[in-house]
């Protein structure tokens, strides 16, 4: 990879304003072919924009796009096949009621007299799927509709369809979130045979660790601007979040292990729950943070999904402070004072049309109204003293939710409940997709809950986030607790053993913070 | 969901989608610009240059009287508009197409108990709210909780209560208007205006209050931007449908209850034409199709501009198959550039 080679990508100078907001106020990289190159920042530095840029999704307003020196206008897909871009987003662009096939090939199926030719269109697909299926232990249904399965094998076709392009240049924007660790692992696999064979990648993700462990350089984006392009393997992480925030950031312990004599609050018998949850049993007390660990997908989300009454159950008991609940539907939850932070934000969390004051009041309207009669002060208020308690910055109640960072959304989520003044907090993977500043203010958040006696059950996709957040941890593992760690047992390497304790080797690793 | 969660003038960008080119001069100002131009806005600019037009072709269409009497023909439609809003908002596709058929029940129904009896007014009007909102929550629970498509459900619906009316009145609809009635709709009442413009103007302002400052509006508005984060902010969203297609039956009934007074005789289908025409009124006042945004203040523009337009083509004195296919045509053109400013706006 000479530095001096003609770079096979590089955006010059790149600005893009968005209304009022700046998004790129002069943002350039350069990637060279063969070169895996991340662009890294915290949620609204710019980084999907530039990336759009590139695809030719957005214009920009200046700068300009170089394709092998040569500076090229791109906006569309046709440019993007003539100049062999591909690119994979978080957000898919499948189409749900086409098989995989289908969707892998959309728009480029080969013919014969002008009919599709079905069977040359399913030996391709298969021919691309293979190129990931090599590094896992299973296939991905060719004749299935997309819309039956699962977010991770979506990702995957999606992965697929930019693959089937032969692009020269690839771009992955947080192409590995819904990935299970097995598979970012065959991903990763894909991306060094196609970096071998000269391909230049440019890889968005918020986890580090896939970073160091697939990237040579990154070029980081704080608030529209570059502030460094630097080479991987001599920066540290630390080194590498003081670029993105601007701050030291460090994940310490947070969790407290000493005894616990307040009461219980929360107690769950044998709570079963049909094809996801088998006897699970758990007690937690006033002012503890329970955490629950394991593999990715092992009943951690469907537990706080059934005990929000989200899901029926088939069999248990669940009582709160002392008291036997029915929770039929998560308005029971809701009135019991147990509520979720669901783990998908944008579909089950927020209204993004509607506004951040309708968003964050919406669940305490009774609190504040009189037979249904609002007075828009006091829900004005409400939602101010909640935004400033969370440091959430708005330019007005009234813009859409939409409009706010992702860190910011979650915060508003998190809001919502804390005006209904709730028990127990249900928290499912809360800082998915929350850049790292958001990340410890609602660390922050969580403590200060705690500290006032809620119960708060923390499921995460990020082990050292977990570990060090919880006073405990139940382990789960095919919708069954299986472990418990508590006091010196909880380290990454307890947590892995836990979760590992049943053979399998479906171990998803956490981004380790410095 | 990308890692920025930026709103932009350009909307949700889709990878390969090309968007339009946006001005790169586009600043503070063209967004409180934006800011203004409203859809229900837009359609109130509309109205007025619709009576500018009426004005120029035909001298005399912004006398009092002749405004009062759009006004007055606009309220029939406005107040079955104001159920359709209901049920537009609630998303989901909501839609009830079967508001002409309740409407021409309620007609058909009023008529035949009042027999031109004012005595009676009050018992029929009961009567035929009651039935209304019944009507209207059986399409609440096919759509909620048997899960049954709104086009499909309200569809259905429309032609069982076209049924019922046969059956209700053998196939030949007797009685007519109660003269308080008739007295209603086309004598003045406060300053020279009509009753029926008073009663129009009260459901609007409570329309207004119910959408904009009640609990019950911030939900509504919720389940149609998104019905399973409505169901998870503890929303009891199925029983919440049934109040609301309930609720726009009641006023399709109201509406056709009021409608005898205007035309004091009744026929079998005296509603048949407020179903798209609701539809429309909402859609022109800015309401999105797919719920969760919208306001009952722009349907009254909406129903003002629709009544305007037929007025217009009347006044014109074109063959009925001119002002068919021209009213068509408009519609189509008024729609489509509306779907146009809300692409622009997102």
Redesign the interface.
Known sequence: MGGNAVPLLEAVGIRK?????V?LDGASLQCQAGEVHALLGA???????LA?VV?????P??GEVRIRGRVEKI???AD?DRLRIA?V???L?LIPQLTVAENVLLNREPTRAGFIHREALWQRAAEVLHRLEQYLDRRLPLHEPVGQLSPADQQLVEIAKALSRDPEILIL??ATASLRRHEVDALNQVVRELSAAGTGILF?S?RLGEVYELCQRATILRNGRVVGTVDLAETPERDLLRLMTGEDLVLERRGRSRPMSRPVRLRVEGLRVAGCLDEISLEARAGEVVGLGGLQGQGQSDLLRAL?G?LPHAAGRVEIDGKPVRLG???DA??HGMV?V?GNR?????????SVL?NI???S??HR?WA???S?QRERNAARHMLNRLQVKVGSLDD?V?????GN?QKVVVG?WLLTEPKILLLDDPTK?V?VQARNELYRVVEDLRDAGLVVILNSSDDSELLALSDRILVLYEGRVVDELRGERLTEQELVGASLRLGSSDRKEGMSHA | ??????????GE???????P??D?N???L??RLRRFLTPSAIAYGLVLVLFVVGELLSPGFLSTRQVLNVLRVASFLGIVAAGQTLVVLSGGEGIDLSVGAVMSLAAVMTAHITQGRDALVLQALAQILAVGFALGAVNGVGVAFLRIPPLVMTLGMSGVVQGLTLLYTQGIPKGRAAPILNELVTSPWIGGIPGILVIWLGLAVLMSLLLG????G??L??IG??R?????????VRPMLVVIYGTSGMLAALAGFLFVGYTTTVFLDIGGDYVLRSVAAVVVGGTSLAG??GSYTGTVAGSIVLTLLQSILTTLRLGEAARQVIHGLVLVLLLAAYGRQRALRQ
């Not at chain 1, 695809?55 to 214009?59: H, K, R």
């Not at chain 1, 944008?346 to 509607?354: A, K, N, P, T």
């Not at chain 1, 939409?402 to 992702?406: F, K, N, P, V, Y």
């Not at chain 2, 400052?213 to 019950?216: D, G, M």
Request: no cysteine; proline share 7%.
């Open positions: 304003r968005f209304g009022g907001v998004a949620n609204g530095s710019g980084k999907s924009t759009k695809t030719g999704v957005v214009a307003d200046a906006s569309g897909p993007m690119a987003y978080q957000e662009s924007d947080e968005i918020h929000f989200d539907q998560p308005a809701i009135r979720l669901p944008g579909q089950e969390g927020l209204f993004m049309i509607r309708e009041t919406l669940p309207l009774a109204s249904g009669w609002l828009l859409s939409a409009t706010l960072s992702g959304q919502k997709g850049d | 969901m990308t890692s920025e969660q930026r709103a932009t003038p350009s960008m889709h990878p390969g989608l090309a968007q080119p946006l790169p586009a600043g503070a063209t967004v400052r009640t609990s019950f911030r939900r508005y919720a931007a998104n399973r984060a409505a169901a998870l902010s503890g929303i009891h969760g945004v």
